[in-house]
C-alpha cells in the first residue's frame, strides 16, 4: 500500500500494532453506526477487523504528523462487480470524534482522489453516506463529489437505511485541479 502525505496526515497501510488506537475509536457509539457497522464490543472484534483490513490491503491508517497514531481509516476497493469491471471504485472513511470539523478527511479524501486518478488511472469514484450523517455529506460535497442517486443498504444491525450517493469522474476531478478560482481539490 503506498504512503500518502498530505500537509498535516500521513496515510499509511495498516499494522497489528494500530490494534489499540482503532478499538479506541471502533467501540464509540458515535462512530461506527455513522459509517455503518457496529461499535466494537471487543478487542477480539477489532483485532479480527483489522487482520480483514491488513490482509485486503484496500485500507489507509489516518495518522497525524508528526504522530504516527491512528485517528481514522479511508478505504478505496471495488465494491462491486460492476465496479471492478467499470474500472471505478467506493470510497468510504471514518475518523475520531475529537478529530471532526477539522478538515481532517478532506484532506485524506483529496490525497486518496489523487492517487485514485493519477496513479490507479480509474475512470469514477463512488461515495456514499447515510442520509442522516450531515458531516459526511459535507466532505463529499467539499471535494467535487456530484448526487447521483439514493439506495437502500442494509445496516449492521440488519435494517435498511438509506445511502445517498455520488461520483466524481476523471473527467471532472481534473477539472476541479486545475481550476485555481474554485480551489474545490
Known amino acids: 500500500m503506498k504512503t500518502l502525505v498530505t500537509k498535516r496526515l500521513i496515510l499509511r497501510g ?11 475509536y471502533a467501540k464509540k457509539p458515535h462512530i461506527g453506526p455513522m459509517a455503518g457497522w457496529a461499535p ?3 478487542y477480539a472484534k477489532t483485532y479480527d477487523i483489522l487482520k480483514l483490513m491488513i490482509k485486503e490491503n484496500e485500507t489507509w491508517a489516518i495518522t497525524l504528523k508528526p504522530f504516527d497514531q491512528m485517528i481514522g481509516t479511508i ?17 468510504g472513511y471514518v475518523i475520531d470524534e475529537p478529530y471532526w470539523g477539522l478538515g481532517l478527511m478532506t484532506e485524506a479524501v483529496c490525497a486518496v482522489l489523487a492517487y485514485a486518478f493519477n496513479t490507479l488511472e480509474l475512470d469514477k469514484v463512488l461515495c456514499g453516506h447515510a442520509e442522516t450523517n450531515f458531516g459526511s455529506k459535507r466532505v463529499i460535497e467539499k471535494t467535487g463529489f456530484r448526487y447521483t442517486h439514493q439506495e437502500e443498504r442494509e445496516h449492521y444491525d440488519h435494517t435498511k437505511i438509506n445511502i445517498l450517493m455520488y461520483e466524481l469522474t476523471k473527467k471532472t476531478y481534473k477539472e476541479l485541479s486545475h481550476d485555481n478560482t474554485q480551489n474545490k481539490i
Open 40 to 42: 466494537h464490543e471487543s
Open 14 to 24: 495498516l499494522t497489528p500494532d494500530d490494534l489499540e488506537a482503532f478499538h479506541a
Open 75 to 91: 478505504t478505496l476497493h471495488a465494491r462491486t462487480f460492476d465496479n471492478a469491471i467499470n474500472n471505478q471504485k467506493e470510497l
